[in-house]
């Protein structure tokens, strides 16, 4: 998964089509996520598109890492965002990474429709929870 500084890089050459475009690419990119883990349990509530978010913790606390997925390409691309700022680190840390405020410079909410950015926050609160209750259960 590329960084979050480089798509955000790439994403300010970029304007509007192009914009969903690599949004949709950032999607593809994703690491599949088996439908088996594609559960109610991990469903984000609250998105008009379905979003699903897994946590896998790493052995020997090397990091959390995150497996997700969406029926919708934007709304995919926006997950990768979100898991882009912090995939493969320590529980810990993604649990006090302040993922909103990481995400501003991409102005989402005013380069995409409402009903695409409604469950960021959502995906954000999750992303974080899973990872507080892994860091609290590794203490």
């Known amino acids: 998964m590329r960084s979050l500084e480089d798509i955000l890089e790439e994403y300010e050459f970029l304007d509007g089509d192009e914009r969903y475009r690599l949004l949709i690419e950032l999607g593809r990119e994703l690491e599949p996520m088996p439908d088996a883990l594609k559960t109610d349990a991990t469903l984000v509530r609250g998105c008009s598109a379905s ?21 919708a390409a934007i709304t995919k691309g926006i997950v990768a965002l979100v898991l882009a700022a912090v995939q493969d680190r320590p529980a810990a840390e993604v649990a006090k990474t302040d993922i909103a405020e990481r995400l501003a410079p991409f102005d989402l909410k005013n380069q ?21 209750r892994l860091a609290a259960a590794a203490n």
């Open 51 to 71: 979003v699903w978010v897994y946590p896998v913790a790493q052995e020997g606390g090397a990091g959390l890492h995150f497996l997700a997925d969406s029926n």
């Open 112 to 132: 995409l429709s409402s009903n695409r950015t409604q469950g960021v926050p959502n995906m954000i609160a999750l992303v974080r929870d899973h990872a507080a």
